[in-house]
């Protein structure tokens, strides 16, 4: 008999597993497709525990609807072009830290150079807490949504969302101007998912999300939208511990 939190006791702590590394019983493959986030490295996998608890042996992870079509679908394809990417990037860092960043949406094939260009300018940071804004792009009634889910999947890994923050943030939109925060299930927008892989690439360590997505795009909505998520990231999400990503809209889409 085995628990995950047993292979992955300590909660912050990165595991690895295979080439040189610890070798994990077969048995525990299970752990890496649910409480535990990993990615592939030269020496073998590196895995992360970012939770509080293990105490449930699965998490509810949003799957891709985009991989193997905006960008690849396996692991190593993905991560080989993110990084040439990155690499290809010509880009000075900008004095002083950095807070957010703007970057486009579209498939990696498409806009993914110049997303590189941005995100090239988080390299070196390990930030705690990253805040994406996107546009959403199918019909909902919702002015302000996120997603369900405790964990977005990528080919690269699994980025689990920050809950109590997104608690907070919901918390403020309501209280501060009468916007509910809706979730939704088994979303299909893109425009927050294409982003991960360049932050899973570029930042030094896993960090937790905070995935938000605007239908209604008025300035009231993004004023409060901002005043919100000031609120929730103001408790431990002194920079460089949380970066804000914001994923353009396109003028009129």
Do not use: K
């Not at 939190?5 to 909660?11: C, E, G, I, S, Y």
């Not at 498939?107 to 941005?118: C, D, E, F, K, P």
């Not at 390990?126 to 996107?134: K, R, W, Y």
């Amino acid at each position: 008999m085995f628990a995950c939190q047993d292979l992955f006791p300590v909660p912050g702590a990165h595991y690895r597993t295979g080439g040189a590394g610890r070798q994990v019983d077969p048995q525990a493959a299970s752990c890496f497709r649910t409480a535990i986030p990993c990615t592939r490295e030269p020496g073998g996998q590196v895995c992360y525990n970012p939770r509080e608890t293990l105490r449930r042996m699965a998490i509810d992870v949003r799957p891709s609807p985009i991989a193997g079509t905006w960008y690849p679908g396996s692991s190593e394809a993905l991560a080989e072009s993110v990084d040439r990417q990155l690499a290809a990037a010509e880009v000075q860092a900008p004095a002083g830290e950095v807070i957010g960043l703007i970057a486009p949406h579209a498939g990696h094939v498409y806009s993914g150079h110049v997303a590189a260009q941005a995100f090239r300018c988080l390299s070196g940071l390990s930030p705690e807490v990253v805040c994406v804004v996107s546009p959403l792009h199918q019909l909902h009634p919702a002015q302000v949504l996120t997603t369900a889910h405790e964990a977005y999947a990528t080919p690269l890994g699994e980025v689990p969302v920050d809950r109590p923050r997104l608690d907070r943030f919901a918390a403020t939109l309501a209280e501060q101007a009468d916007i509910a925060l809706v979730r939704v299930r088994r979303d299909r927008e893109h425009a927050l998912e294409i982003e991960l892989p360049f932050l899973q690439r570029v930042l030094t360590t896993p960090f937790r999300l905070l995935p938000i997505m605007l239908r209604d795009q008025n300035r009231e909505t993004i004023e409060a939208t901002a005043h919100a998520l000031a609120s929730a990231l103001a408790g431990a999400s002194v920079i460089p511990r949380a970066v804000v990503a914001q994923a353009m809209s396109w003028v009129g889409g």
